[in-house]
């Protein structure tokens, strides 16, 4: 089961990783990945290892970004993979089939590939800019969302689409009346004033609207 909100880590002005996870988890994010970039994998590994241990905690679940090694060693539920990382098929066979892989796209055309790669689910973006990611992509906004999603329901595509990219609480009701599955989000919660206000707020925005098109 693919949650409708990802929490995306990133380093805080006053802390580490883990105390943005920490936090985040507090605030009821049951879907982090860890998303550790200019670090030596030794570094990523502890900290995969004690993000594991805070997600176990808080019955939640574990993504690392880019490093299957490191989401083996670290018992982690799934892993994300970029377009420039190793294909997913080949980073499969290091974890095992039971973890679950995810695939950035920015295009329709990525998201066949990462369909055909066998990906479990996509994230789709940058919804806008965002300075937590260099080399950003193309930006799709609310309009491109819809033309990539029109295309992904007229080719019969059946996969969790997460949007990605600068997105902010009040952005959500209008991006999942494009048809994805969910929402990723970074510094919404990281400098979030009240976390759990804040985590409450973004699961109301998902639910409803999820309530809507059923």
Not at 120 to 142: A, E, M, N, V
Request: net charge negative.
């Amino acid at each position: 089961m693919i949650d409708k909100l990802h929490y995306i880590s990133q380093q805080p002005s006053n802390g580490t990783h883990l105390t943005a996870i920490k936090a985040a988890l507090s605030a009821g994010c049951k879907w982090i990945q860890l998303r550790v970039k200019d670090q030596p994998e030794s570094t990523i590994l502890e900290y995969a290892l004690e993000a594991q241990t805070l997600c176990a905690k808080y019955g939640a679940k574990l993504i690392v970004n880019d490093h299957p090694e490191i989401a083996l060693k670290a018992g982690a539920y799934g892993l994300h993979l970029g377009l420039q990382d190793m294909p997913i098929a080949e980073a499969r066979q290091i974890p095992g089939s039971q973890i679950v892989i995810g695939g950035t796209a920015n295009t329709f055309e990525h998201i066949e590939q990462r369909v055909a790669e066998g990906a479990d689910y996509i994230g789709l973006g940058p919804y806008r800019f965002t300075k937590t990611k260099q080399k950003l992509s193309p930006i799709l906004g609310l309009e491109g969302y819809r033309e990539i999603l029109e295309k992904v329901r007229s080719a019969g595509i059946n996969i969790p689409i997460i949007a990605i990219g600068g997105i902010e609480p009040d952005d959500i009701a209008a991006i999942m009346q494009t048809g994805v599955h969910g929402v990723a989000v970074s510094g919404a919660i990281t400098y979030a004033v009240d976390a759990t206000q804040t985590t409450q707020y973004i699961y109301q925005q998902l639910n409803t609207t999820a309530l809507k098109e059923a």
